[in-house]
C-alpha cells in the first residue's frame, strides 16, 4: 500500500498534480476493490455457519 500511494504520488507530481489527491484516491479505489472482492467471497453453508 505504501508503495503503491508513493508511485501516485511522484506520478501526479510529474505531471503537475496534487500529490494527496492521488495519494487519497489511490486509498480509496483500493478501498472499494477490497469491499468489493469480501461481498464476492463465497458464503459459508448453514450447516457449517451453525456449529
Given at each position: 500500500m505504501?508503495?503503491g500511494?508513493?508511485v501516485?504520488a511522484?506520478?501526479?507530481a510529474?505531471h503537475?498534480?496534487?500529490?494527496l489527491t492521488?495519494?487519497?484516491?489511490?486509498?480509496?479505489?483500493?478501498?472499494?476493490?477490497g469491499?468489493a472482492?469480501?461481498?464476492?467471497?463465497?458464503?459459508?453453508?448453514a450447516a457449517?455457519?451453525r456449529?
Amino acid at each position: 500500500m505504501q508503495w503503491g500511494t508513493g508511485v501516485a504520488a511522484s506520478v501526479a507530481a510529474a505531471h503537475g498534480c496534487d500529490p494527496l489527491t492521488a495519494v487519497l484516491g489511490t486509498i480509496a479505489v483500493l478501498l472499494v476493490l477490497g469491499i468489493a472482492a469480501f461481498a464476492w467471497l463465497p458464503a459459508p453453508k448453514a450447516a457449517s455457519a451453525r456449529s
